[in-house]
Each structure stands twice: as structure tokens, then as C-alpha cells.
């Protein structure tokens, strides 16, 4: 009886993370072909559903809702009504949270706080974004000391940042 009990669990796990998949793979077979964000958003999120621990998923509906962020910022011309909109901070908020779940999920998974970083990179005229972007990439760094992209993401944010720094003087 218990070895029966086990083996429903373990079909029951394997099934779940099963389904998870072919949902994931759903959606962003749908954002790929059709570009449809709100589709693939439920797809991810169902797939969250069967197996939260997975932290490709997170960091996946992060990125569609980082996605949408640079949408509404390109769509705005006014810096001032970007900050004051309720679409734009819907998008960006989302973004950080799912990319910081991902995080919690993985926190050994170096690519986890490279989506973080890149999110804050977006946003490096705005105060404390850099030291942002670079912690994140300081902290990926620390799983994969080797990776090449993350050495250049975190001078591409240097850079930036003196960029703006001489452009505002």
C-alpha cells in the first residue's frame, strides 16, 4: 500500500511538471508566431500553476511583462506621465516581482539575476537603477565568474550611467 501511495505521488509529480511544459511551450509558441502577450501571460501562468518550483517560468512572464513596460515608455514621449503611469508601473512592478520570484525559486541560477539586471540596466537614468543593474550582475557573477555576457552587461551599464551623468552636466 505505501509503495502504491509513493508511486501515485511520483506520477502525480512527473505529470504536473509534464503538463507544465507543454504549456510553457504553448505559450510561447503563440508569443513567437502571433506576438500575442496576453495568450502566452496564461499560458506562463499556467504552467506556474503545475509546477511552481520550474524558475524558467518566472523569469519568462518577467520578461513579458518587461516586454510590455517598454511598450507603454515607447508609446509616452513625456518622462514625467511614463512615472505617473499606471500601465507602465503595472508592467515594470510585475517584472522585478516575477524576476525576483525566479530568483527565490533558483538562487544559484546565475541567469535568474541576469534578467534582473537587465530590467534595472533598462532603467539606468533613473536614480539608484546602475547600482542596481550591477548588483544583480555582481551576483551573477558569483555562479559563473567565466560568462563574457555578464562582464559586458555590467560596463554596458557603466557606461550608460557615465553617458547620462555627462549629458545631465
Known amino acids: 500500500v505505501f509503495l502504491m501511495i509513493v508511486g501515485a505521488g511520483g506520477v502525480y509529480a512527473v505529470s504536473a511538471r ?12 503563440t508569443f513567437n508566431q502571433k506576438s500575442d502577450d496576453k495568450v502566452a501571460e496564461e499560458g506562463i501562468a499556467r504552467a506556474i500553476s503545475f509546477d511552481r518550483y520550474n524558475p524558467l517560468y518566472p523569469r519568462a512572464l518577467s520578461q513579458i511583462y518587461f516586454l510590455r ?16 503611469s499606471q500601465e507602465f508601473n503595472n508592467a515594470l512592478n510585475g517584472s522585478i516581482n ?13 541567469d535568474n539575476y541576469r534578467a534582473l539586471g537587465k530590467i534595472y540596466e533598462a532603467l539606468v537614468p533613473a536614480d539608484n537603477a546602475a547600482d542596481a543593474a550591477v548588483a544583480q550582475y555582481k551576483k551573477a557573477l558569483e555562479y559563473a565568474p567565466k560568462n563574457p555576457e555578464l562582464w559586458y552587461s555590467q560596463g554596458v551599464v557603466y557606461r550608460t550611467q557615465a553617458v547620462a551623468t555627462r549629458n545631465a552636466a
Request: charged fraction near 10%; glycine fraction near 2%; charge should be positive.
Open 98 to 110: 516575477y524576476a525576483q520570484s525566479a530568483i527565490s525559486i533558483a538562487p544559484l541560477d546565475f
Open 69 to 84: 513596460a517598454q511598450a507603454v515608455a515607447r508609446s509616452v514621449q513625456n518622462p514625467q506621465k511614463l512615472l505617473a
Open 18 to 29: 509534464y503538463l507544465g511544459q507543454v504549456a510553457f511551450a504553448n505559450a510561447l509558441k
